[in-house]
């Protein structure tokens, strides 16, 4: 059997977004079409037995129960997001004045490994964080006290397009920028970033130009909603919830139906949702053999950056543009297929398209955990170590004493099996959710198990594509 290779070689980008820190090899020598194939099939089986589950059943997954009365601590979220801004002037701190290494200067490794790895996996798994940890909401609600000035009103018919205009921008610089990895230049963008952002929010206020242009909370409040937890407020009253995962994302479906096309966020939500998939997947993609052969990169004798700046910036504009179309193509056969039962109530392409993409939320956080596990389990010591000396000047903080990073887990067989193994569960389980959620919605959206089905067939071959799609970026040789 042909055996498939994995060289996760971390690049050094700037952004709080699919970024590498550390320089890494790794050759996975298993099986990995057995495990694909195993995979995919698991997905199939799934879309098809879908087919014999009664509506009812389907949408009764998604329902969640009462666990207990929690106090109402909002009054806090101003404190704790100061706090989270005095944290990150001192990293900014630390940016100018520690090591230039970004292996040992603690702001890249906190941005982009404890931040954009292990905090969003825990946004996605534990529910909305991040609106304790926003660094803005805190320093925007003193000033707003303060200056007492009028909030302009950002125009409905925008929608969610500043914030993914901003997205996609960001992500060129990630992925296409010639030098982004050094400290100075990350904690420049970090200042421009964040006083761009404060200035939005005092002049509009802080809820609109977050939830609409401020594309890391909508990124971060998108995969909260995955969460199994969620703390309800009724009547004065505050209670902690437990759902299956996605529960409140089929919530949000639920209530896209209800207001049909006439909310004008929730196409440009819908879009978001896809840009967030089309990213991620791209940069797993541009670092495989396969993207820089179609370049004519010999993947063993990398160029550098600067040879493939214009072929970056397409490739990610193309893949985000092709997952809409495709995207778009299904939905639009699936309708063209239910209007032909006459017996279900008919909905627009637009209100279909909203609903159904909240769908693709599971798949695109269990890419994000799944691509950057092996990174996390070797960066996460450079940060400890960076945590122990931050400014690079022999301090010892943590204690440590001699401290050395360590790849051991990527030498052994049964090591390198398990984190594999996890890769590709995470992977599947996600599809599967995915595909569980959709035909949910697509139930509520139609109103008839069987129109559901018929619509979804489309959109089952796209996710059962998806999933081998998904897996093999995990398993691909890479070399850029």
Not at 172 to 193: K, V
Not at 203 to 212: H, I, Q
Not at 328 to 351: D, E, H
Request: hydrophobic share 55%; with cysteine.
């Amino acid at each position: 059997m042909k055996t498939l290779f994995l060289l996760l070689i971390a690049l050094a980008w700037t952004l709080p977004a699919w970024a590498h820190v550390s320089e890494q090899g790794f050759v996975l020598l298993l099986p990995t079409k057995l495990y694909i194939a195993g995979g995919v099939a698991a997905v199939a089986l799934t879309v098809i037995l879908l087919g014999f589950v009664s509506a009812d059943t389907s949408t009764g997954l998604f329902r969640h129960i009462r666990l207990f009365q929690t106090t109402n601590a909002e009054r806090l979220r101003v404190f704790t997001s100061l706090l989270s801004f005095v944290f990150l002037l001192v990293l900014l701190y630390a940016g100018f004045e520690g090591s230039r290494d970004p292996l040992s200067n603690p702001l890249p490794l906190f941005i982009w490994t404890l931040w954009w790895i292990g905090f969003v996996t825990l946004q996605g798994l534990l529910g909305d964080l991040w609106r304790w940890v926003n660094p803005w909401t805190g320093l925007h609600a003193l000033m707003s006290s303060v200056l007492q000035t009028a909030h302009r009103k950002l125009p409905e018919a925008l929608g969610q397009w500043p914030g993914i205009i901003l997205f996609i921008l960001i992500m060129i610089f990630a992925l296409a920028d010639l030098a982004p990895d050094d400290p100075d230049r990350l904690a420049g963008f970090i200042i421009g970033y964040f006083v761009f952002t404060l200035i939005g929010m005092l002049l509009f206020g802080a809820e609109s130009w977050l939830s609409r242009c401020e594309c890391f909370t909508m990124l971060l409040r998108n995969y909260a909603m995955l969460a199994p937890f969620k703390i309800v407020k009724t009547a004065g009253q505050s209670a902690l919830h437990v759902g299956i995962p996605a529960w409140r994302a089929y919530q949000r479906g639920v209530k896209g139906r209800l207001r049909g096309s006439t909310h004008s966020h929730s196409f440009s939500a819908a879009v978001f949702v896809l840009i967030m998939l089309g990213s991620g997947s791209f940069d797993g993609l541009n670092e495989t053999f396969w993207w820089l052969g179609k370049m004519g990169i010999n993947p063993l004798e990398f160029p550098g950056r600067s040879a493939i700046v214009g072929e970056t910036v397409l490739g990610l504009l193309a893949a985000n543009v092709l997952l809409v179309i495709i995207f778009s193509a299904c939905i639009a056969i699936g309708m063209r297929w239910v209007k032909q039962l006459k017996t279900v109530s008919q909905v627009s392409f637009k209100q279909a398209f909203s609903v159904l993409a909240i769908g693709i939320l599971p798949i695109a956080f269990a890419y994000h955990v799944a691509h950057f596990l092996t990174a996390f389990m070797v960066n996460v010591q450079y940060a400890i170590a960076a945590a122990s000396d931050p400014l690079h000047s022999g301090a010892d903080y943590l204690d440590l004493g001699t401290f050395y990073v360590t790849t051991g887990f990527f030498n052994t067989h049964h090591t390198v099996e398990i984190i594999w193994l996890f890769q590709a569960g995470t992977v599947v389980l996600g599809h599967l959710l995915s595909v569980l959620l959709t035909h949910s919605l697509a139930v509520k959206l139609w109103g008839s198990g069987r129109a559901a089905v018929v619509s979804q067939i489309p959109l089952a071959v796209f996710m059962i594509f998806y999933t081998f799609l998904g897996l093999w970026l995990l398993a691909s040789p890479r070399g850029a």
